[in-house]
């Protein structure tokens, strides 16, 4: 059997599907083979198991503990990835995996105590974590803070009762939950936080605030995912972008990495990770100047050749795209 494409080649088959919330649901997978992984990382799932759409989500399972490799994927409208999975996959359909991928991990950083904390679908890493810690380091501490829009937006709900953890939702707060958003006044309150470990997941804007906060909390120790947030739209301004095939212009605020750029103006380009790990989006500069936080994948030629990650390209003046 081939595979839809080298990047996943761990083929699994849907054993069942269960709904956590009304718009996030957890698919367990069986692997009949070996597939290591640590608590915490990501796989990329090949999209309707073809090579043209790859999409990274978070191994929700944690590695020892379950007999099954778990994706827990929240439905967004006209998403390619999150539609298909939670809409259309059955019991017994195939998907195909790449390798577990991603540094995210508590089993990379040990600790006496941890606080962990999660917005939304950001509690998929923190939970495959959350078990890991009680399995293999039952004597640390750990606190864990998880925000959520309404109570019934907590996933991994009957789980959680087996965890000390402060639940804050933003509406309907009910018994059990402290009404609002994260504030400083919730972060002072963990006890002895500036020796924490502290390590977060959710979207952009929360992890921005969560290290502004802890960091101002004292917190030295710090650690975030990479969250994906859809394309913003098109700009009419900033650094001019021109694709020489075909032809075209268009314009991204400065500041924007060249995924960003292509991704808001509805230009096609592959990205998976987002993470300057998996080499999906490898593309062209003909001129312009740039800095890259990453070329893992990229060979010296491509390199000299101008090629770049373009989710770890970070344009500098106009560019001109091959």
């Not at 890493?125 to 829009?149: E, F, G, S, T």
């Not at 996933?155 to 402290?178: C, K, M, Q, S």
């Amino acid at each position: 059997m081939t595979m839809p494409t080298p990047l996943c080649p761990h083929r699994m088959q849907v054993h069942h599907i269960h709904q956590e919330t009304p718009d996030v649901w957890t698919l367990s997978l069986i692997n009949h083979d070996f597939y290591p992984y640590k608590a915490g990382q990501y796989a990329l799932v090949s999209i309707r198991n073809g090579s043209e759409t790859l999409r990274a989500y978070t191994i929700s399972s944690t590695p020892g503990l379950s007999e099954f490799i778990t994706l827990t994927v929240r439905r967004i409208d006209g998403g390619a990835g999150s539609e298909w999975l939670t809409g259309e996959v059955k019991i017994g359909d195939y998907l195909w995996l790449s390798e577990a991928q991603g540094e995210f991990s508590c089993e990379n950083i040990v600790s006496e105590r941890y606080l962990l904390l999660a917005a939304g679908c950001g509690v998929t890493p923190i939970m495959a974590m959350r078990r890991w810690l009680a399995k293999h380091r039952p004597q640390v501490d750990v606190q864990v803070i998880y925000n959520v829009r309404s109570p019934q937006d907590v996933i991994f709900a009957d789980e959680w009762r087996h965890y000390p953890v402060t639940l804050v939702a933003e509406n309907n707060a009910t018994h059990g939950f402290i009404a609002g958003r994260l504030t400083r006044e919730i972060l002072a309150a963990v006890p002895d936080i500036a020796s924490r470990t502290v390590m977060t997941c959710g979207p952009a804007p929360y992890m921005d605030m969560v290290e502004k906060e802890v960091k101002a909390l004292g917190v030295a120790a710090f650690y975030r995912e990479v969250f994906f947030t859809p394309a913003a739209a098109p700009s009419a301004g900033g650094l001019k972008f021109t694709t020489l095939q075909p032809m075209r212009e268009f314009y991204s605020p400065v500041g924007s990495t060249l995924l960003a750029a292509l991704e808001s103006n509805s230009v096609p380009v592959n990205a998976a990770c987002r993470a300057g790990v998996c080499g999906c989006c490898k593309t062209k500069v003909v001129s312009g100047d740039y800095t890259v936080s990453s070329t893992m994948t990229l060979t010296e030629e491509e390199i000299a050749s101008g090629y770049v990650l373009a989710c770890s390209c970070h344009p500098q003046s106009d560019l001109v795209l091959a």
